[in-house]
């Protein structure tokens, strides 16, 4: 699962690969700091790819609730 998070990071919000991984481990390791820098990031990268803010925050709010569950 943590596979798709990075894929779906890369492919919406155009993360690198590295980028991917800190986003995984900030969702894993649920720091809060870091998740809101990784919003700015994932809903600034999505808007450029042409997809709205409220989208891409709810996109990220759906990406943040399923680490929640699925991160060990």
């Known amino acids: 699962y943590q596979e798709q998070v990075m894929q779906i990071a890369q492919e ?3 993360y690198s690969l590295g980028e991917a ?5 900030a969702m894993g390791k ?5 998740m809101d820098k990784q919003r ?4 600034s990268g999505a808007m450029e790819r042409g ?10 709010d759906l990406l ?5 569950y ?3």
Do not use: C, S
């Open 64 to 68: 943040a609730k399923f680490a929640d």
């Open 70 to 72: 699925g991160f060990n």
């Open 51 to 60: 997809v709205g803010k409220p989208q891409a925050d709810f996109i990220f």
């Open 40 to 43: 700015e990031r994932f809903v």
């Open 12 to 14: 919406l919000a155009g």
């Open 21 to 25: 991984d800190l986003l995984r481990r």
């Open 30 to 34: 649920k720091i809060r700091a870091e």
